[in-house]
């Protein structure tokens, strides 16, 4: 059984919550929300419109006494910025791992983060974009600009209103696989990518929940590439995947690393590869059956 905290009760988190109390093999025992929230003291069930489920959400400013106490051994944290990396602190010092949706940090806010992982030896998944799908939609986009690398490509992410980081974090993420697969001819370090070279448009409308669509045109004919999440059960479900990761692992990752899709391109390769040289092997066959 593994001893979970939840760390930010709103769109996402509540999502994650009704997912991770389904589990079996997961047990909540901590939810937290922010330091002025009214949803402190109050049961978690209350609060996702479910029967009571035993635990009290708390606040951040009791985080420390609460891993004390209830002693997580994970920990998903789906706040904002300051909050995750305030959290992360206080978590690391406990050891307890973490999984992180929150999107939006700067660059030193990252820094920080790995650090964190770093100087207390404490595994953490950073995750912008926790879907399997929309991490798929990287790979794809990757692979594709590597071939198309003279097109033009724009990015543009449609998210609800409230949204409050303007591009999204996975966007940013995609115009740096762009840029990765455009510069693969080329000696380029990773480090010197700038996400800004790619043109993102951002959407702020009504209540979609996600759509990221990468257009790669050329003269001719383009090809789009487009990820769209119905349902924050998806995150939730990414989630759930980096916490079985994560929990026994010191070290930072992305959920590049937690899905192994590196894998799962090294096998299409030698089946391609098998598959080839199968057909081969069956035309010398049919070339040696003719009459001479
Ligand atoms: N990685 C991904 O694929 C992915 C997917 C979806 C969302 N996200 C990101 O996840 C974050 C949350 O998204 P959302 O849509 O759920 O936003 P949201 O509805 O605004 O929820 C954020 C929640 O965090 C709580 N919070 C603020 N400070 C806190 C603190 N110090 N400690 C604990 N909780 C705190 C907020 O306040 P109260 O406690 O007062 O309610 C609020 O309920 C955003 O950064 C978003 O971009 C990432």
Do not use: W
């Amino acid at each position: 059984m593994l001893n979970l905290c939840l760390i930010g009760l709103g769109r996402t988190g509540i999502e994650i919550a009704k997912v991770l109390l389904q589990q079996s093999d997961i047990q909540l025992v901590m939810a937290v929300c922010s330091s002025k929230s009214d949803k402190a003291g109050k049961d978690l069930g209350e609060i996702l419109n479910t029967r009571d489920t035993g635990i009290i959400v708390s606040r951040c400013t009791d985080l420390e006494q609460n891993l004390l106490k209830y002693k997580p051994e994970v920990a998903i944290d789906f706040s904002q910025p300051e909050a995750t990396i305030q959290n992360a602190e206080a978590l690391a010092k406990m050891r307890v791992k973490m999984v992180i949706g929150t999107t939006g940090f700067n660059e030193l806010q990252q820094k920080k983060l790995m650090n964190i992982s770093k100087n207390n030896k404490v595994g953490i998944v950073h995750a912008p974009n926790i879907t399997l799908g929309v991490n798929v939609m990287m790979v794809l986009t990757n692979l594709a600009a590597s071939i198309l690398d003279n097109y033009d490509c724009e990015i543009i992410e449609s998210h609800f209103k409230q949204k409050k980081d303007a591009p999204s974090g996975t966007a940013k993420k995609i115009a740096t696989e762009v840029l990765k697969g455009m510069s693969i001819n080329n000696d380029i370090n990773v480090h010197d990518l700038d996400y800004e070279d790619i043109p993102i448009h951002a959407v702020r409308a009504g209540g979609i929940i996600g759509r990221h669509r990468t257009i790669l045109a050329g003269k001719y004919d383009k090809v789009e590439i487009i990820h769209e999440s119905f349902s924050r059960t998806a995150f939730a479900l990414g989630a759930l995947k980096a916490v079985r990761f994560i929990h026994d692992k010191v070290g930072f990752f992305e959920m590049n690393d937690v899905l192994d899709l590196r894998h799962v391109m090294t096998t299409y390769l030698e089946r391609e590869a098998h598959f080839r040289k199968q057909r081969y092997y069956h035309m010398e066959i049919q070339e040696n059956q003719l009459p001479s």
